[in-house]
Each structure stands twice: as C-alpha cells, then as structure tokens.
Nanobody, 121 residues
Framework: QVQLVEIGGGWVQAGGSLRLSCAAS????????MGWFRQAPGNERDFVAG???????KYADAVKGRFTISRDNAKNTVYLQMNSLKPEDTAVYYC???????????????WGQGTQVTVSS
C-alpha cells in the first residue's frame, strides 16, 4: 500500500512557475514508477509526466519543454517543476504510482488526493 500526498499547488500568472511535490509513504518507494496527471473541469484526467525508478522520464506533448519530473528516492518524494505556465494548464494535479513504468501513464495503482493549480492570463 502506498499513500501519496501532493503539496505546492496555487495561483500563478501566465508565464510563471510552480513546483509540485508528492510525498509517498512506505519503504518501497524506489520500486515504483511515479507520475503526474491533471484534470480540468469537464475534462478527463490526463497523463502529464512519468518517471521510473532509475530516472527515465516521459511527458505529454502539451508539456514537453516546460515541465520537468524528478524524484528523490531518499526522501520518498517526486516533483513536478512547471515553467512557462499557460492558462490551459489550470487543473487539479494528481500524483500517481505504478509498479510498472509502462502502465504509469495509463493505469496507476495509487493516487493522491490532488492539488489545484490555477494559471491566470
């Protein structure tokens, strides 16, 4: 069982930056692939970024070059650095964990409760 808690959401003007953190419980954090998703009102929950245990990453096309996912296995934490934010990035952002990197973008095993990110124009 893994519990995930996101922090770091908030309000920012377009062009600004935010960093989200996700703290995970459990001593097996390093075994999990981690991911970030987002869901805007009226939309489905979409994959944003993923990272495996060794640091390999993948990103949705909409955020490539602007967002960076990273992890610190010693701190059981995964991060999402978001730069050059746009109003269309406004959403609730969710942290997720999966035992398989191939599945982290499609069918994570665990979810956080979400944190709101609002980007104003």
């Amino acid at each position: 069982q893994v519990q995930l808690v996101e922090i770091g959401g908030g309000w920012v003007q377009a062009g600004g930056s935010l960093r989200l953190s996700c703290a995970a419980s459990g001593r097996t954090f390093s075994r999990y692939a981690m991911g970030w998703f987002r869901q805007a009102p009226g939309n489905e929950r979409d994959f944003v970024a993923g990272i495996n245990w060794s640091g390999s990453t993948k990103y949705a096309d909409a955020v490539k070059g602007r967002f960076t996912i990273s992890r610190d296995n010693a701190k059981n934490t995964v991060y999402l650095q978001m730069n050059s934010l746009k109003p269309e990035d406004t959403a609730v952002y969710y942290c997720a964990a999966a035992m398989n990197f191939m599945l982290v973008a499609r069918a994570p095993d665990y979810w956080g409760q979400g944190t709101q990110v609002t980007v104003s124009s």
